[in-house]
């Protein structure tokens, strides 16, 4: 079910509505196997009409104690550790995959996070800004546009490049440091 992850080049593509409806898909597939985790779809295919590279980004929130049987589980369910340059630690690992739906294979981020860590709740406020502030949204598309327009199409340095913006828009919302986020009844996750 879970196929293997592709290396390729960053490029921009357009939304693609069908991005919200693989991570739901692909969290319940998780959710059979880890009932007692949360996950969080993030990253531009959570936000309709960002631009970006249409890599489904999922946040798997595990509680004190339980990363290991994640790791396992992920594992089993046959998503892959990374083998790029520069890879998440064990501590705070990252999978990876593909998925086909609809005529379209979606390449997967799998990050594995604590809950209610201060990167958790970074991520999710940062999806929720761009959700309510298309300005907002539209500025990280020309950011990401510029990035690539300078020849930077390495994964590893386009994220390295995205950061300052990131961090800029995270300064800006004093929420980021409000664990209480992921106890919303509110909160959208996907």
């Known amino acids: 079910m879970i196929g293997l992850y592709i290396h390729d080049l960053v490029d921009c593509k357009d939304y693609n509505p ?13 959710l059979s196997s880890l009932p007692d985790i949360q996950i969080m779809h993030f990253g531009s295919t959570a936000v309709e009409g960002c ?15 339980g990363l290991e049987n994640v790791k396992t589980k992920l594992d ?8 790029t340059r520069d890879p998440f630690p064990e501590t705070r690992p990252m999978r990876v995959g593909s998925f086909e739906y609809g005529g379209n294979v979606f390449q997967l981020h799998i990050h594995v996070i604590e809950k209610n860590s201060p990167e ?71």
């Open 120 to 190: 958790a709740v970074e991520l999710i406020e940062f999806k929720n800004s761009l959700r309510a502030d298309s300005g907002l949204r539209d500025q990280y598309v020309m950011v990401k546009k510029s990035i690539l327009s300078q020849g930077i199409t390495d994964p590893f340095d386009y994220c390295k490049a995205k950061e300052q913006f990131i961090k800029k828009v995270s300064h800006l919302h004093s929420a980021f440091s409000d664990t209480s986020i992921l106890e919303k009844q509110d909160n959208q996750l996907f």
């Open 18 to 30: 069908l991005a919200p409806i693989v991570a739901k898909h692909l969290a319940q597939i998780i």
């Open 51 to 65: 631009t970006g590279k249409g890599i489904i980004d999922l946040m798997v929130l595990y509680s004190n104690g």
């Open 76 to 83: 089993e369910l046959g998503f892959q550790k990374q083998t």
